[in-house]
Every structure is written in structure tokens, then in C-alpha cells.
């Protein structure tokens, strides 16, 4: 939600409010208005649609706007956490809804950002969505002189009506932190007992000038009012004052909040049907209200809910399907279900919802040589995340891999931790989880994608750094003058300790101690030696500088490169090879692979991580990592012709002595 | 859901056909039956409540109880899968209702016990349960042949109108897979069109004898039917041929079933508003249904959905609260919010769900000197689960701490697992999370209140036994001519290796070898010695016949104890001191602690969980143990008397040398 300099019961008073004053447009000063019979739902009681019907079988229709309508939401977002906030409310909507929907979303660049890709990779049927630029919009209202430049946020509902389409006749406006408990139609229904004619009278008053109409009453208020307590509600507050026909209260049950406890519970206990609740924080809340839990709880269902649920289709409201839905779907209808490997190929193709910057997040300005550390993880990893910041002082983009509800426990995880709290230069990017394997390759692209440094370091979540490394990569990426236009791999040689329990080496040679005395290995010695033989850890051991190495197969060294990299190929799900061929793209592309003398990172133990160990028994599996290393060799021979031909021959030969 | 032995599409058409077989003995054969004005829901159409009104403003009032009614729901079910079933239904009942609601549920022992458990911990207001023995019910229709045993269960609903209160005068019946999408109230209210005439006419047919009824019907269908085909449908529908007026069908949309495509589709295409879905197993589904989606998302909805959240009072409705509900609410009212330990003693307060044998579980007939292995987990820790089968061929009770969508990856787990799958005397005991504190000995306590041999092997998930031990310790049980009256706890040595890869033991003289060369420690030598010191490992490893030790000071050995035990005290919650006081009470109560010459289990490694990690860090975390620690001692005095002096007396000197 939205920071604010004032008490949150203010700031939720006007929520929906606006919505009426966007209705009042409508009718607003019309006289020859006249109230349908069916707006007994208008007024303050609840809606009477249960008994009390004795004298009568027949009462007012439920107000219910025409089927496959399409309903219009405004929503003004700003920043990281109301972009969540954002998110939960969306998912109430979806879930009871039943109308095609447009959202109109009013956005800084970093909500937009986040957004734009959230919609984007959630594919809702019947969902369309438009950004407006706040940045824009902000002149308009900031010559209103506002203590908290954030409060601005809060008076761009003033300027709506200008900023969405002029052909846009209707919208519902939505704070961020409200939850549905009823199907938005409902309120959308509203509007429709003013029927047609309103339409065109939204358009006239329009044209009549609202915006000059507000921008008198707060240069008048002004005069009076100290400065820095004129908000939106302010505003509003002194039009309604001055025009008091304009306004027509909603129904209660459409904004029953928590901090104004008599008004909301006498409407609720009759009512027993919520429409919307209006929250403030929900932890904070200390409330003395017995319906307290009620309200958390519907909160806490879609805060938690999966979204991908809600990625279903309307009952008989055609509609556009969202950009992409087609080609999927055709490519899904082609997959053969008898095919061995058919759920390989499903997890390919899945679209996973991706929440980048969930977390709030302010990147450094960009410095020459930066680098960022990129990896991904699930929620069995998370314990690795302080170390892993002790040991990485740079920046940092991680890809989570999550449900909607591990989301939050990730959340409160870092909320909780006084050393990932403190970094503002780690960017974590939630992945929703759908589908039975584990989607590496697109974690890391997301993770990659996302790094702001001309550098990354591709690492895995269960290596720590050594200490001097992020410092000893920049310097390194100095004096070897390198430029993003070179194609350099740095390779990081990587370690393995199998000891629990372990004494992180502070340099080269206490390393190397480590090694000898045995308490270290070089990085999956006994089991894929020939994954790091290339490094030529004997030649490292000895050398003063940077030295170059080539390719082989099955290399997979960690290494840094600028951040225009090729991306990890999405087709390796689950385990096995994906790196490997990440490695094999870069060979192809003609990076030199350079090791540097001084570098070098250490693996942890760790029990196998669920995703891996309900895969690594079964025999199909293989095959279908055989399959798919196949197919990649059939498309690197098509990319790089016979220059690529050396990987299937190296494939083909038996790997020789570690 | 019931394993029958025909289409699942039979069985499906059946379900709601039952509420109006119950309903038809209200109006049914009566002539004078006059079909009320709002009976037009009643009809096969959608419920015409949108649009479509343009002649008149007036539709009949939507059908809906009187606010407040209490709704009656019959449920047959029996077995494991059958219970969990139950639960997702309940789930989608309760999270639509606005009514109070009372189950009754005709169960066999099995589910009674799982589902007695899970409404007592679940403590939803305004929600009653009654259990109606299924065995009891048998006799009346086990004289109908029948192929399959489990197709009796079918068969139930025959008896139901005998076999529920005879002052109970409606009920609605649903089967285990079914998932609502709407207020159960709406179907209820079909009842309502035939208002509180029927009520009487119920009983007056009843008494009439429905018993007979479908008896005579059913004996004539045998003369002609194969015995093997005849089930609850053939009954059913035999007895509407006969009396054909006594059936009304219930609008389509209130049983939408997947596998009758085309009826199906016809149906909610034009409603947009679906009540009921009519599952099979939604896993196994390949209807080529373009909305399966949309059921799939609804079933996964509720399949996933945190349970607790349905704790939520009624508005405006009331009810009696749940027994316990008043003590509990006294007990958290007087809590001191501003008291550093606020956290912990909420957290004692918390009444978790509880669903107790949560898989398919056989145990074996009780042996006179069998032991189960008791331990609890949570999903960080599911990877140990396969090993400690191979290690532990006996019973086990295992109680695991999850959240309802964790429980169906667990479930997911073990179906992918040939080792677990394998196992029917694994015991799983789900209890829902729920608070920021580890409930450990809660957890112990639900594992070992569910182990049903006369012995149990006191455990942690982290520990795996010597492949012997569970022989071992049944031959040492013998031979020591234990038996359950007598109080003596078992000492199993603990051993720990800080080696991620591990080569196990296979006898003592093994495990002496990798303590000597320093592969293996005794457990926590370094950072807790005093927790195992009065094993006395010194004497163990020349020790042939089991020894007597003295308790001292933070011992927590692992011990075999009788079942009727003293329980875990549930005070400890989150890390630190739980093991500690069990042995102090254990000690309080005169146990004899006698050292196992053979017997060892060893600590693997593994990565701090989450739970303890949030809070291993916190300050206030040790005074807060400090003051639980301080509470037990007073409440050991209390139970003791002067005979506790010494545990307090123990605590306050320093820890002598390990």
C-alpha cells in the first residue's frame, strides 16, 4: 500500500468514494434524475435478498450488469510493495469474478516494470491491461503543496478522469490494499441502474471541465488549510461540500474497514454477505474487532492463493485469448502423451508467472566493472542466502522458485533477518511454481535477465565465494581491459568441502592447505571429475595470472561474463546438462575461456533437494536427458554449421583421465 | 472416493439424485402437491438471475433459507483416501457457507477415528458433526449380492433415511468428490420452495415405510438382474420407474459432472455460474473437456486451501462455539501482548488440525515386544524418509508439521517413491501449521499418542538406527522380560558424523573403528557433551549386558519406552530443552535408565531448517527458554515435591567434564 503521512481510516474513507464520484459524473447535477426502483440496493442498508419478503414474492432484480460485459478497474501502484499488494488484490478479483475485465494501471517505472511482466507471464483469458505514466500525470497535481512526495500517489485520482480514454465512460477505482469477498459485477452493476443515457452525461461533464472544477476548490481550500494536510481526500472532501447532491453513498458492505469498527460491524452482522474489505497493514492490525479473523483470513486465501488457478477460461463470454495462449496451445496439442519424455516436453512449455523485484530493491548506479552475482533456488535453499551475502558484498539478482504461499514465507523469512534486510542491492525475482520438474534454465534466464551490471557471475546456490572475490573480479575485469564487446569467460575455480561443519578458507593458500590436508576436494572430484578437469587445477595451483583454457566435453565451469551473454537453454528441465550446454553456447560463440589465478569458489553439502531426488531414480529419465541432449546437438549443428561438429564428436568419444 | 466396481459416470449421476429422493418423500405421491411460484429453479434451465428481464422488474426472490438456518449434510465415507477426500469438500462447503451447518457422517472405524480427530482440532464455529456406525448399517444391505465389499458403501444411502435422527427432517447427501462452487444454502433453499409442510409430510412417510419400499423393489430386481451389477443406482432408479411423479430434477448446474460432456457443457455454458462439480480422480482425467481447467483449478483450490482460514465465526448468526473455544479464548485474552515472550505462549495456545493417519496405513496385529519408531518432521526433512525405512523395518508413527498444500506434496512424495509405497506399516500424522514456533513436542506427542505397539523408540528425523536395531531391541525387550507395567527407558547411544557422504555402519565394532579413526563423533561432543555424558560411551564400548545410569543435568538421551509414557510438554515450542525435560520427567517418574550394549543410531548432517535458523538468532529467544525452563522446574515442584528439589539443584551448578 501506499506510504502516507496520515492516518490510514482517512485514506480508506475515499477508496470507493471515487467510485461514486466518478458515478456522480453521471447524474451528478441533473435534476431530472430519477431514482430507478431497482436502486434500493444504493442506499446504506445491505442488499435485502434474503426473506423479509413476506408481503411480496416480487422484488427488484439482482443487479447484475448485462453477460461477458466488460467491466473497467483503475488502480493507481507505485513501488515494490503495493505492486504485491497489487497482485493480491488482482487475485481476489479473478476469483470471483465472472465478466471480461480491463485493468487500468496507473504506475511508476518500477511498478510498471514488475507489471508489466507479471500480467504478461500470467496469461489470464479475459484479462486485458493498460499502463499510464505517473511520471506524466505528476505535474498536474504536484503544484499541491503535499509533506509526503509518496501522498502524491494518493491525489492522482484527481486527474483519472483526464488520464484515462476519453472513450472510457465507466471505471471502478481501487486502492491497492482492498480484498474482494464478492464478484466485482456486483459493484459494476451499480452504474448500470443509471442505464445508457449516463454514458453520453459522463462525456458532458467531461468536456464541462471537472479538472478545473477540483483545481478551484483546492486552490480555495488552500487559503485556509495548512499546507501539508491537503491530500486527496482533502480535495474530494471540499467538491462533495460544495456540490453535496453529486454524491450518493454505497452500500456499506461494499468498503467495510477495519479501523472504523461501529459503523462496519452494524452493517456486516446484518448483512452477513461482504462485498469488499478494505485493509490496512493486516499484521499490525490491533483491532478490537471480533470479526477481526474473518477478514484476515480472506485476506490471508488469496494472499496465498495460487494464481495459476486462475489462468481459466470464461463459461461463454468469448474473448481474445491473452498473446501467445494460441501458439502454446497448438504445441501442446501436438506433444504425444505416449511420448517417454512427454512430461519434459510439457514443463517446456509451460508459461511460469513471473514477479520480478518483489522485494524492494535500489540498485547502485552502474559502475564500469560491476558485477552481479546470478543463481536461483527453492525454498530448501533459502538458509543459504546469508551466508551467501556475507560473502558477496555486490549485487546480487536471484530467481526464487515459488508458490504463492511460500512466496510469503520467503517474505516474513527476509523481513526477519537482519542481514538480507539491511542489502538493498539484492534483487529477487519470484518464479511461480507450475508443473512437475524443475525449471532451471528459465530461472537462471530470469535471474540474468535481470542483472543491471555490465557483469555477471554465474553461479549455484550452494556455492559460497570466497570473500575477496566480488573485489577481485572488478579489479580483474580492469586490468585485463576487458569491454563488453569481448567475449571473455572468466572461470572461477570451484571447491567442494563434504564437512558440515567448516572453516571457510580467507585466501589462495589456506585453500590449498584445506586441499592437501583433505578437508577440500576440487568440485565433484570423485564423481564427474572431467565437469572441471579443463580448469587444470594443478596449473592453478601454481599460477601468478590469468591463463587460458579450452573447451571439452562436459565442461561446466562457474564463470563471469558480460551480461549480454547467450541465455541457458529452457529446454533442460529438471537435472542434468544444463550447464553443460550453457557452456558448450559460449564455446560455440567463440568466448575465450581465461582462469583466474586468484578466484575460487566453495561448494556446501546439503541433502538432495526434493525436486532432484524425485527424479534421479527413474530410468526414463535418462533416456529423456539423452533425447534432449540429442535435439540440442540438432540445433547447434543447424546454428553453427560444421564448426559445431566438434561437440558431437567429443560426445561421442569415451571422457578421458580427470 | 468409494472404489467401486463400475463407471465412475453411474455413480456420479446418482449423488444429488439422493437429495431429491429424500426430498420426493415430502411431496412425493401426494397429488395435492401444488409446485410453488419459485419453483421455477427447480427446472433443468440455469437460474434465470441475469438479464433476460426486460418485461418485468419482477423476478421470484432468490431462493435462499432464512438467515441463520442450520443446514443439514450427509456423508458417507470410509478408508484413508475417503477421508482426505472428505476434507477437501469440507473445505469448499465452508468457504462458501454463511449458515451454520452440521455433518453426518456414516463412517467405518478408519475414517471415524481420522475424521473425530480432525473436526476436534479443526474447531470451526457453527459447524456440529455426528458419526452413524457404518458396520452397524451393513446388516441391511449386506443381503444384497454385491461383487465388490466396498460397493456396501454405495449401498448406505438406502438406510440413510432409518439411519439419521428420526426428528431430522431434511438433509442433503454428497458424495466424498464432490467440490462446491457456491453456497451450500442455494441448494438447501430447494427445499425451502415446499416450505415446513413437508416437514411433517416427511415423517409421516418415513413412518409409511420407505425401508420397504425400496426392499420390495429391490428383491424384485434381483429376480431378473445379475446379482454382481446391482448397486445403489440400480435400486434407486427401479424405484423411480415405479413411481415415476415422486422425482424432480434438480437444476443441471448443481451437478456438473466432467465425464457427460456434452450434457454438461449445454448446461453451464449458458449459466456462467457453476454450484456443484462432480469429480472422479481429477489426476487421471483426459476428458477432452475444453473447461477442465476451470474444474481442475476449482478442485486444486480447495485441495490446497489452508484450512484454518475456515476457523471464521458466522456474522450475525449465533452459535455455540466449539468446545474448548471459550477456555481458549479466556487463556489468549489474558496474555500480555507487551511480555517479551508474547510469541511463545500464544504458540502454546495454538490448537493445530490435526489429521491423523493422513495415507493408507495396515499395522500389523499387535506383538507382545514390538516397538515403533516415533519422530516428527516437516517438509525440509522429507528426503530422510526413504533411508530411515531401509533402516527401521518395524512400525514407525510419524507426525508431520505441514500446510495443507505441502500435505499434497507430501502425498505426491510418497506416491513417487517405490520404498514408501511399499510400506503399510508407516504411520503418517498430518498436523497443520500454523504460528511462527516450532511445535515440536506437540508433534511428538500426536506421533506417539497414534503408536500402537506396547513399546516406542523415541526418535528424531535427523537420526538413522543401526540397520539391528529394531531386531535388537525386540530381542533385548524379551529377554529383559520387560513388560509394559515395568519403568524402563532403553538408552540407544547417539553418534554423529559431520561427513555429508557416509558409509553406515554395520555392527559395533564398525562403528568403534570410525569413532577411533575420527570419521564418527558421540553426538554433539563439541557443542553439547553434557546432553549424552551419563551414556557413559567410555563403558559402552567395553560393554557386553546392558548397564544402569544415573540422570544428570541436559541429558536427552534416545530411549525405548513404554507407550503409555509420559507425554512431551508442549510448553517447549520452537528449539532448545525439549528432549531435556521429557527425561526429567521420565526420571521424575522413577524410570530406570538402563544403556543397550549393542545398540547405536547416528546424526547425519544436514543444513539448520528454517525454523530454527528465524529464531537461533534472537536475543530474546534464550530468555524466553529461560523462562519456560523456570515454569517447568515450578510445575515439577508442584507434582513432586521435594523429590523435584534435585533437578533444580542440577540446573543451578555448572556442567561437570563431558
Redesign the interface.
Known sequence: MLPRGRPRALGAAALLLLLLLIGFFLFGGDLEYVRP??AAALDGDPPA???G?NLS??????P?P??CELLHVAIVCAGHNSSRDLNTLVKSVLFYR?NPLHFHLVTDAVARNILEMLFHTWMVPAVGVSFYDLEELKPQVSWIPNKHYSGLYGLMKLVLPGALPPDLARVIVLDTDVTFASDIAELWALFAHFSGVILLRLDRLRQAGWGQMWKLTATRELLTLPATSLADQDIFNAVIKEHPGLVQPLPCVWNVQLSDHTLAERC???????KVIHWNSPKKL?VKN??V??FR??Y??FL???G??????????PSPPPPGTEQLQRALAQLDEEDACFEFRQQQLTVHRVHISFLPHEPLPPRPHDVTLVAQLS??R???L?ALCRHWPGPMSLALYL?D?EAQ?FLR?VE?S?VLSARQDVAYHVVYREGPLYPVNELRNVALAQALTPYVFLSDIDFLPAYSLYDYLRASIEQLKLDSERKVALVVPAFET????FSFPSSKAELLALLDSGSLYTFRYHEWPQGHAPTDYARWREAQTPYRVQWAADYEPYVVVPRDCPRYDPRFVGFGWNKVAHIVELDAQEYELLVLPEAFTIHL????S?DI??FR?SPAYRDCLQALKDEFHQDLSRHYGAAALKYLTALQQPPGPA
Request: contains cysteine; hydrophobic residues 30%; aromatic residues 8%.
Open positions: 426502483r431497482g435478498d434474503r426473506g419478503h414474492d416480487c422484488v427488484p432484480p439482482r447484475l448485462p453477460k465472472k456486516y452482522s446484518e448483512a452477513s454477505d461482504l490491533r471480533k470479526h479473523e474473518y483470513n480472506l490471508l486465501t496465498e492463493y495460487d495459476n488457478l486462475l489462468r481459466r477460461e470464461l463459461f461463454g463470454c525454498m530448501d533459502l538458509q543459504m546469508e508458490t504461499a514465507q523469512f526477519a537482519a563434504l564437512h558440515y561443519r553439502p546439503h541433502a538432495p526434493l531426488s524425485r531414480s
